[in-house]
Nanobody, 125 residues
Framework: QVQLVESGGGLVQAGGSQRLSCVASGRTFSTYTMGWFRQAPGKEREFVAAIKWSAGSTYYADSVKGRFTISRDTAKNTVYLQMNSLKPEDTAVYYC??????????????????WGQGTQVTVSS
């Protein structure tokens, strides 16, 4: 079992920045990739970014490329999502997740095994 706890969500104005954190605990040695997803009201959960835990290689959805940065601190078992130039369409509940797949381009929800409870990000126009 892996437990994930996200934090850092809240209300921000368009054009602003926010940083999300996700702390992993439990059987984290089985994790190869960590990802961030988001889900807006009435929409399916969609991939945002992923990072290979050991190598640090990253992969992004086109919609956030150049604005969002995923990173990790292996000593703290924490993955971050730095979000800049936020837009109202970035408003969603953001979830972190872990995958046993050694695949940084893991963009489907069924490729991930454990999920956090989510943190709300609201971008006002």
């Amino acid at each position: 079992q892996v437990q994930l706890v996200e934090s850092g969500g809240g209300l921000v104005q368009a054009g602003g920045s926010q940083r999300l954190s996700c702390v992993a605990s439990g059987r984290t040695f089985s994790t190869y990739t960590m990802g961030w997803f988001r889900q807006a009201p009435g929409k399916e959960r969609e991939f945002v970014a992923a990072i290979k835990w050991s190598a640090g290689s990253t992969y992004y959805a086109d919609s956030v490329k150049g604005r969002f940065t995923i990173s990790r601190d292996t000593a703290k078992n924490t993955v971050y999502l730095q979000m800049n130039s936020l837009k109202p369409e970035d408003t969603a509940v953001y979830y972190c997740a872990t995958s046993k797949l050694p695949l940084v381009a893991a963009t489907r929800t069924d490729q991930y095994d454990y999920w956090g409870q989510g943190t709300q990000v609201t971008v006002s126009s």
